[in-house]
């Protein structure tokens, strides 16, 4: 079973930066995709970014392209998210989230991190 620990949130102003970690630790299955999702208060979960296994493939959401950017570390088993140019609609719970093999931007993960809460204020 595969545990992930999310951590990196805070209270920050708008324009400011945030980096978010997401540390995986039990059975990887041979590879893992990560990913980060976030909800708002009162709406759905929402994708955010996926890495494939590798690295080498990289996706976002269209509400974060340019501002966000995702990175991983084979080494610590770890996937970061780096968040620049924060705006207040970026509050949100933020999770990660991984799954074997095959990246989606749907919330088909297998395993779940307990959340991070970024709130962005005005």
């Known amino acids: 079973q595969v545990q992930l620990v999310e951590s990196g949130g805070g209270l920050v102003q708008a324009g400011s930066s945030v980096r978010l970690s997401c540390v995986a630790s039990?059975?990887?299955?041979?590879?893992?995709?990560m990913a980060w999702f976030r909800q708002a208060p009162g709406k759905e979960r929402e994708f955010v970014t996926f890495?494939?296994?590798?690295?080498?493939?990289?996706q976002y959401a269209d509400s974060v392209k340019g501002r966000f950017t995702i990175s991983r570390d084979s080494t610590k088993n770890a996937a970061y998210l780096q968040m620049d140019s924060l705006k207040p609609e970026d509050t949100a719970v933020y999770y990660c989230?991984?799954?074997?093999?095959?990246?989606?931007?749907?919330?088909?993960?297998?395993?779940w991190g307990q959340g991070t809460q970024v709130t962005v204020s005005s």
């Open positions: 989230a991984a799954r074997r093999l095959i990246p989606t931007t749907t919330d088909r993960y297998d395993f």
């Open positions: 039990g059975g990887t299955f041979g590879g893992i995709v």
């Open positions: 890495i494939s296994v590798n690295g080498g493939v990289m």
